[in-house]
């Protein structure tokens, strides 16, 4: 997934550049063939992408800094051996970047160095915020966690520095938000992202307002060129963060292991009802 | 699997050879394919498609360049063609227009997907406009075509999910039906729920297990090829999200036209020939007896359509494995080798429930299925079941397999029912078998050309 953004990134530049290997093939087929990426960029340069692109820029920096202000605060109870705040702070922390982890799964290797769960990476390699969950929930203790706390919260601050340099494409726009959902429904709906803590939901919440951020974001003009397909998208949003109001409990969400099988089978089919028409979302990207 | 429909030969498909004197399409250089105008000309989908499958050509034209192929009309002007060799047999495609929905009087294809759905979303309208998606897309699938033309923009999602590309129609039919729960009070529908579509009483012996039961949608995909029935649910589902849910699914199974080029009776996993006793499907006066629902019936949106009754049945493979040949032969009332009426020859012989052995006892046993089933011989059903196996019950290591059950009648409280009710009180055959699944669904009548599937009733 996090090869699919840097691919995606890297055609999306190509095809602004105008030298995308598609648009030759495309001239090649003849008449009938004029090349989708073609027609793409001619009806994107009629949408105004500049504001909305800088709209969501503004939005992944505001997300990235409390990002790093939260860590800091969260690095600090590990430090001083509070467990009890260490686990307080550690779902809400993480929300920050749940939000935009699309943007931070396309600045290379940081997404693993950050949240790589036990097993996804080689045990030398694993670090991050799911390596201390296990020392906060498994074995009870932030003993041992300390210097993987602080290279969370360096790794945090790179993260904000590399996305300085990252430029956001439309298509990065519209793929994100349901890159999003497709998070939600392979690991947070399964209850496999947060093995030791189940704070599985509050990463679920924040996958889901994130899409909703770029949704809100291009809904105008997906208003303006396709009516049903914005209503159906709508519809489907408020259905899902209704249902998942339920789950509130005080400031939070409930943990995972409250869930019986028909919750996560509603929550899921919700996800995959949303998902589905948010995938047509690059009709105002092409023909 | 219990179909009667014994002359239903396996089809070849040819459809798809080079005509005699073409050089063969992947021969030929992508410049000598652009020279001869190939890419203007009327080529069918599987040549196209084959065409852009190998890699070299399938790069050069590329993903962007095959959608704008098929919008350009070459697949268009190639339609015609497969239409006008649509005799079942040589095109395999079997038509999913007409009077009666497809897949209930025509011939078993090899395999089922059956699938449950429920309702999500609340309005009339929305279903409506599912069932005319549906309808278009299942009109298409059951062609071999794909659901809908490629948009030929790279940033959408492909419009058809692309496994069943370059595979023949395959016998595909589609049939869709409606359940007692549809009729509820979302759709405003409660008035028109036909007195005939009852929720089924419990039966004796029923071990019912919720998830696989009921449903407010039911859709049957038949076809000679599991990748392509598999295909016809995906894409459905798919076009259905945001608006039904699946409820439950179960695949099945019969002997394949290539195994049996014969269409002998299919054997059922308890080894006994199934379907012997089914009425004449090529007959309309006895279809309009048994099967499909008539003016004056009750509702006349259902006029033409059919009641269909889906058991899940497993059977128990283990206990039956060491019974007896002669237990098994008194279980059913028939011979396990010949099919025939015990006591009898062939297959095909009358059964007479009067005949009696030397000592003055019945032949056929008075608690066998057949008897029990066969009644007084004034209700009759048409059985289109399919054998699944669905892996092993991990509570007990053994197979879970037997029979998908599907019946066809014209009014379940008539016919299905009272038999089912005898059958679960005394069968002989329930030591052995276990009904864990069940479901009740109208199906439609036939849909012409430019209707929708459903519109009688919406
Ligand atoms: C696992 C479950 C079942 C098995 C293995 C099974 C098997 C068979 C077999 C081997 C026959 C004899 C051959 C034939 O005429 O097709 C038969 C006949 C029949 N079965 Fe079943 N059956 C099952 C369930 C049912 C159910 C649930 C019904 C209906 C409620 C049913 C109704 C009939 C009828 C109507 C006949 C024909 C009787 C006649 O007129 O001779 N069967 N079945």
Redesign the interface.
Known sequence: MKKGWAVLLLAASLTAAGCS??ND??G??????????S??SASASTVDWAPIIDSYRQFSVEQADTFIAETDKFVAAVKSGDIDTAKQLYAPTRMYYERIEPIAEALGDLDPDIDARENDVEDKDWRGFHRIEKFLWVDNTTAGAEDYADRLLEDAKSLRALMETVEIEP?LL??GAVELLNEVSSSKVTGEEERYSHTDLYDFAANVEGARKIYDLLQPELAKKDAALDT?IGT?FTNLEDALADYKSGDGYVSYTDLKEEDTKKLS?LI???A??L??M??I??? | MENGNRNDTGNSTKQDQPQAGETPLLEQSFEER?ASGL??KSVSRRELLKMAGIGGAGL??????????F????FGEAAPATRASSRPNSSGIVDFYGTHQAGIATPSPNFILFAAFDV?SGSLDSVRSLFQAWTAAAAAMTRGEPVGEE???????PTDTGEAVGLSPSRTTITFGVGPSFFDNRFGLAGKRPAALVDFPAFGGDELRPEWCGGDIAVQVCSDDMQVAFHAIRNLS?IG???V?LRWTQEGFQRTSAADPEGATPRNLLGFKDGTANPDTASETEMSEVVWAQAGDGANWMNGGTYMAVRRVRMRIEVWDRSTLADQEQTFGRHRASGAPLGSRNEFDAVDLDAKDANGKPLIPLNSHVRLARGDGSARILRRSYSYSSGMDNKTGQLDAGLLFICFNRDSRKQFIPMQQKLGQSDLLNEYIVHNGSAHFACFPGVRQGGYVGETLF
Do not use: C, I, W
């Not at chain 1, 090649?28 to 990426?37: E, I, L, P, V, W």
């Not at chain 2, 919008?71 to 070459?74: A, D, L, Q, T």
């Not at chain 2, 948009?151 to 999602?157: A, C, M, Q, R």
């Open positions: 290997s598609n093939d495309g090649n087929a003849g008449n009938g063939g004029a090349s989708a990426s027609q793409a298509a519209v793929t159906s489907s089919q995959d009802a949303l589905e028409p995938s047509q690059g009709v990207l092409g023909a | 652009q890419l203007h050069l034209l590329g993903a962007a360049g095959l959608g704008a192929v919008k350009g009309n070459v999500t948009s030929g923009n790279d940033h959408l999602p798919r999200r945001g608006k849910v």
